[in-house]
């Protein structure tokens, strides 16, 4: 594959597919909201983690097949001390994440705060019971798996003619379109988290500590939706 094939194909997936895709996935899940019936949340988690996995398995086995290295897929940890940096940075931002937990559960102002701006989409799909949460562990691991296969190591791989700003703008707005559902600011919050995560990426070299600290995050969130779940 030529490199302007490989550039022209990751602009129609990242500036075209990916988007129509978010576009109507946001349009689904209106209905959903339209809908006064609880949604199966453990059946959703499936489907998701099966359609993420759907796609990152061919892939991956793609690059197998045709003898094309994974690092360049960002999968190595050959990236010496910046990827340590980066796993210490995703130690560091965990910590943060907990304690912003820690305070939502002293302060009923904080977690008032949380709950009103999370968007009605985000509160119907997030767990609401430890059965629910004990569900959704697998899909915050394959989000950050997939996800970041998907959309920081692919677009770097299939656009690596392009200036690494623009590949890096390029993908976070095209992760930002697949949480419209979410509404605008979901939209805006997931596109700078793209831009993180890219920015991570690019600096350690290596979608691992990424992939951690993705899956981390979902993580995080989840726990702390059900906290302001059992106190509502």
């Given at each position: 594959m030529t490199a302007l094939t490989m550039t022209a194909l990751g602009l129609i997936l990242f500036l075209g597919i990916f988007p129509a895709i978010g576009f109507a996935s946001a349009r689904t899940m209106s209905r959903l909201l339209l809908d006064d019936r609880p949604p199966e949340r453990p059946s959703l988690y499936l489907n998701a983690m099966l359609s993420q996995w759907a796609l990152v398995v061919p892939l991956v086995t793609l690059f197998a097949l045709t003898g094309t290295d994974l690092a360049r897929l960002g999968l190595h940890l050959?990236?010496?001390?910046?990827?340590?940096?980066?796993?210490?940075?995703?130690?560091?931002?965990?910590?943060?994440?907990?304690?912003?937990?820690?305070?939502?559960?002293?302060?009923?102002?904080?977690?008032?705060?949380?709950?009103?701006?999370?968007?009605?989409a985000t509160r119907r799909l997030l767990p609401q019971t430890p059965a629910d949460l004990a569900a959704f562990a697998p899909v915050a691991v394959?989000?950050?798996?997939?996800?970041?296969?998907?959309?920081?190591?692919?677009?770097?791989?299939?656009?690596?003619d392009l200036p690494a700003a623009a590949v890096l703008v390029?993908?976070?707005?095209?992760?930002?379109?697949?949480?419209?559902?979410?509404?605008?600011?979901?939209?805006?919050?997931t596109a700078i988290a793209g831009l993180a995560f890219g920015g991570l990426y690019l600096a350690t070299g290596s979608l691992l500590p990424v992939m951690l600290l993705h899956g981390l995050y979902n993580w995080e969130v989840a726990r702390l939706h059900l906290l302001l779940v059992d106190t509502q």
């Amino acid at each position: 594959m030529t490199a302007l094939t490989m550039t022209a194909l990751g602009l129609i997936l990242f500036l075209g597919i990916f988007p129509a895709i978010g576009f109507a996935s946001a349009r689904t899940m209106s209905r959903l909201l339209l809908d006064d019936r609880p949604p199966e949340r453990p059946s959703l988690y499936l489907n998701a983690m099966l359609s993420q996995w759907a796609l990152v398995v061919p892939l991956v086995t793609l690059f197998a097949l045709t003898g094309t290295d994974l690092a360049r897929l960002g999968l190595h940890l050959s990236g010496g001390p910046a990827v340590w940096a980066g796993f210490a940075a995703v130690a560091a931002i965990h910590v943060g994440l907990l304690a912003v937990r820690a305070r939502a559960v002293r302060s009923s102002r904080l977690r008032v705060w949380l709950w009103r701006r999370m968007h009605p989409a985000t509160r119907r799909l997030l767990p609401q019971t430890p059965a629910d949460l004990a569900a959704f562990a697998p899909v915050a691991v394959t989000a950050g798996v997939c996800e970041e296969i998907l959309f920081r190591g692919l677009p770097f791989f299939l656009l690596a003619d392009l200036p690494a700003a623009a590949v890096l703008v390029i993908s976070a707005l095209s992760f930002g379109t697949l949480h419209l559902y979410q509404g605008v600011l979901g939209f805006a919050v997931t596109a700078i988290a793209g831009l993180a995560f890219g920015g991570l990426y690019l600096a350690t070299g290596s979608l691992l500590p990424v992939m951690l600290l993705h899956g981390l995050y979902n993580w995080e969130v989840a726990r702390l939706h059900l906290l302001l779940v059992d106190t509502q």
